[in-house]
């Protein structure tokens, strides 16, 4: 389990992280989401004591990260997937991680083999791909088998089937009752992995939350609901406390019922229904709205595509 409480972090005059309090409990994924800036990369810098909090404190399994004497038992992480020595090979940096965390050597070759560099071991780590490189990130995290994994953006540089390995590795660390926290700013990602999330903007956290109820939680989900005789299926909605509005393509959308209510409401009166579709909000709707006004770095709308110049 991470806990981390009332975590401050300034750099001169930006303050990175305001006040941050969230649990990451073990036996489950929790993403960790916040837009670019937000203070994602800080706060695990902080669990793994690189970076000093100015207040406030973060514990690994109830202590801080650096009062263990051989942390990568413990915590395996990976940060910066391009922070290893380029002349060493696969090999020989993760034999080194593993002699100096007194990890028995028959570890790198398990561990190369769990993430698929097997045959990639003895070429030199500065020729690797992004992709080669997080997977040795991840051979590196997994080396001292810790019941606490972090990984900041690990499908970073993967190809759609590395994207789809890690996504099963993760679930099946957290299966084996690990804590797994990854970050990223695409809720798209964690929709696929993550059983819990803590969301931040602007260093504070927004949402500290389980995916089922941050996406029950979405207060528009409406049903969407195409009917010939639309004005006498809005009487009758109406009528039962549902409210209904008219889409520009004239689609009725009604929130108040649910589409069986609304099913067995146009079937007593007889109306005919071409279409009856229950609208949920995306994952990544949702999280867009609930962090729009914690973006720092908003991208202008593209502009229409102007019409060809008339010859
Ligand atoms: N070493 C540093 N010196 C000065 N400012 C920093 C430093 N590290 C981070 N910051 C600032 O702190 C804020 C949070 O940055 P951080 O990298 O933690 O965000 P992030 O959520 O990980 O972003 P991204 O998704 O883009 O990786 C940003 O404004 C950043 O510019």
Redesign the pocket.
Known sequence: MIEAVGLVKR??D?T?VQGLSFTVPAGAVTGFL?P????????MRMILGLDAPDAGSVTVNGRPYAGYRRPLHEVGALLDARAVAPGRSAYHHLRWLALSNGIPRSRVGEVLRQVGLASAARQRVGGFSLGMAQRLGIAAALLGDPPVLMFD?PVNGLDPEGVAWIRGLLRSLAGQGRTVFL?S?LMSEMAMTADRLVIIGR?RLITETGVADFLAAGGDNYTRVRCAENDELTAVLAGRGATVRREPDGALRVTGATADEIGEAARVRGLGLLELSPQRMSLEQRYMELTRDATDYHATDPAPASAPAAR
């Open positions: 750099y001169r930006v990175a916040g670019n800036g937000s203070g994602k990369s800080t706060t953006e970050s700013h260093g």
